[in-house]
């Protein structure tokens, strides 16, 4: 089947601008994660969901970032008043069971620059 | 907080040699770890996890608690080993892994 799918591939914003990125999991997997990969660095973790519950949102770096997942299966991240420190790549990953004790399945990921 | 080291940001060996990426993390306890792998133009994925105790593509890893340390081996690579390689622990308390910056692995032919 499909694997998790995110969307746009590419933004380009200017420094104020408000995006939103969005991420399509696999069906049925119950766990979702955001992280910011930053050139040369590690996936950094922002946000987890479990179904539609956001139990963990203790990477987001401000306020500035909200994410979210009304229905238990796609979710959406939300960047306000961008700036360019913004500039990452943003990974998505899915998994079958709860928290990050199972396999993740990532995205391909969407690259936001910042100018 | 719970901190992963991977002391080499690029490991270059020739086809046939062994490979070892190290991987050390900070927590003293009992770990889940895994090892990600991301090949050219692909999507990260997972390559193995400690609790599987499996080989994969030829790749080994050995939890050694005493030295906290999770080092991924491969006793003969092959140019198709050639990616970006990330440990991730998974620290009781934290369920959420956390990802070394990674080690890039090339190998000539």
């Known amino acids: 089947g499909a694997g998790v799918s995110q969307s746009p591939r590419y933004k380009v914003a200017k420094r104020g601008q408000d995006v939103a990125l969005r991420c399509d999991p696999i069906s049925g997997h119950v766990s979702l994660f955001w992280y910011q990969q930053a050139l040369g660095q590690g996936p950094e973790f922002l946000t987890y969901?479990?179904?539609?519950?956001?139990?963990?949102k203790s990477g987001l770096p401000s306020d500035r970032f909200f994410a979210e997942r009304p229905e238990g299966s796609v979710s959406t991240l939300k960047i306000q008043r961008t700036q360019q420190e913004d500039s990452a790549v943003y990974l998505c990953a899915s998994s079958l069971v709860l928290a990050g004790v199972g396999e993740q399945y990532f995205g391909p990921g969407t690259r936001l620059t910042v100018t | 907080a719970q901190r992963v080291t991977q002391p080499e940001k690029l490991l270059s060996v020739f086809k046939g040699a062994p490979v070892e990426l190290k991987c050390n993390y900070s927590y003293s306890g009992s770990p889940e770890l895994f090892w990600y792998v991301q090949y050219s133009r692909q999507r990260l994925q997972l390559l193995l996890r400690h609790i599987s105790r499996e080989s994969i593509k030829g790749f080994t890893a050995d939890l050694n608690k005493g030295e906290t340390s999770f080092h991924l081996k491969k006793p003969f690579a092959q140019e198709e080993d050639s990616a970006m390689y990330y440990c991730a622990p998974l620290t009781g308390g934290s369920y959420i892994p956390t990802f070394g910056r990674g080690t890039s692995l090339i190998v000539h032919p």
């Open positions: 969901f479990q179904n539609e519950a956001q139990l963990d």
